[in-house]
């Protein structure tokens, strides 16, 4: 176990509909990085926020948002989705965004869009 | 931007062989190199993870080895057990400092490694 949680484990939904899966980071954990699995893509970097303030951006579609609150939780929002949107999601940890480097992931979330 | 080629993409052994699994970076740039095992239905798990300044670091069965001038790097299980029998990412990252986009990973494609009793 990571320390880092996500929630749904599993969500279904239709084209076009909106979704937002939420992940909190390890305790002690400042930085959250969102990352996509799909058996075509591989992992693939979306986006990194640090402290509640966004740090980098990946291949992050701009039908997807995410944000960091106060108490260091972060949602990533999904719209108008498409049937390739359907993948995993992971959200990792680090204590900081340079060091110790080292990110921790979650069970991640499993999207299927029908 | 960096790319990380991964081999091979499966390989299966026998219970006590050795495997190894190779990656190669474009980025010279790169400076922290990880290794993650997925299981089946979970998320990535770090396993081990080298920095540009070592050229081998070991725990245990696993060891990652990392040659800067030819830009691979290489992770080495040895005694291997079934329960070893997972995917393997390896990544690349360069770790500049405070702000950008440091910290990010870029991923290869996977190995599955089928450990055999």
């Known amino acids: 176990d990571s320390g880092v949680t996500q929630t749904p484990k599993h969500l279904i939904t239709a084209t076009g509909q909106r979704v937002t899966l939420r992940c909190s980071p390890r305790s002690g954990d400042l930085s959250v990085y969102w990352y996509q699995q799909s058996l075509d893509q591989g992992l693939q970097f979306l986006i990194q926020y640090y402290n509640g303030e966004e740090r980098a951006k990946g291949n992050i579609l701009e039908r997807f948002s995410a944000q960091q609150f106060p108490d260091l939780h972060s949602e990533l929002n999904l719209s108008s989705l498409e049937l390739g949107d359907s993948a995993l999601y992971f959200c990792?940890?680090?204590?900081?965004?340079?060091?110790?480097?080292?990110?921790?992931f979650g069970p991640g979330t499993r999207l299927t869009v029908t | 931007g960096e790319n990380v080629e991964q081999h091979p993409s499966t390989l299966s052994v026998q219970e006590g062989d050795s495997a190894v699994i190779k990656c190669t970076y474009s980025d010279s740039a790169s400076n922290y190199f990880p290794w993650y095992k997925q299981e089946l239905g979970k998320g990535p798990q770090l396993i081990i993870d080298i920095r540009s300044n070592v050229g081998e670091k070991k725990d245990q069965r696993i060891a990652v080895t990392l040659n800067k001038t030819a830009k691979h790097f290489s992770l080495h299980i040895t005694e291997t057990q079934p329960e070893d029998s997972a995917v393997y990412f390896c990544a690349a990252s360069n770790i500049v400092g405070y702000g950008g986009s440091q910290g990010n990973l870029i991923f290869g494609k996977g190995t599955k490694l089928s450990v055999k009793p």
């Open positions: 990792a940890s680090s204590v900081e965004p340079a060091a110790p480097y080292e990110q921790y």
